[in-house]
């Protein structure tokens, strides 16, 4: 079983960045596409961005295409949101999820279809 872990979320003025973390331990997530969904009060969670584990192939929502980039360091066994140009609206506890190991198939957008979570970071982007 792995275990996720987020971190790097804070308090941010808009037009600022940050850059979330997440962590994987038990095993390797080399063979998993990697996502990262958000949160926000009163919402649903929602996607944000997806990585391949083969090829390293990347999808962005729409709310967030040219600001957000994600990436990953196999050796590190650890993904990465990098957030620019924030908006209050991104304003959201964020979570990364591992598809099925060896998912060959393009990454799901829907939340129901991933298999393991962490437990979120927070973002708040002030106006």
């Known amino acids: 079983q792995v275990q996720l872990v987020e971190s790097g979320g804070g308090l941010v003025q808009a037009g600022g960045s940050l850059r979330l973390s997440c962590a994987a331990s038990g095993r390797t997530i080399s063979s998993n596409n990697m996502g990262w969904f958000r949160q926000a009060p009163g919402k649903e969670r929602e996607f944000a961005a997806s990585?391949?584990?083969?090829?390293?192939?990347?999808r962005y929502a729409d709310s967030v295409k040219g600001r957000f980039t994600i990436s990953r360091d196999n050796d590190k066994n650890t993904v990465y949101l990098q957030m620019n140009s924030l908006k209050p609206e991104d304003t959201a506890l964020y979570y990364c999820?591992?598809?099925?190991?060896?998912?060959?198939?393009?990454?799901?957008?829907?939340?129901?279809?991933?298999?393991?979570w962490g437990q979120g970071t927070q973002v708040t982007v002030s106006s």
């Open positions: 999820a591992t598809d099925l190991v060896g998912a060959s198939r393009l990454p799901y957008t829907d939340s129901q279809r991933w298999e393991s």
């Open positions: 990585i391949t584990w083969r090829g390293g192939s990347t």
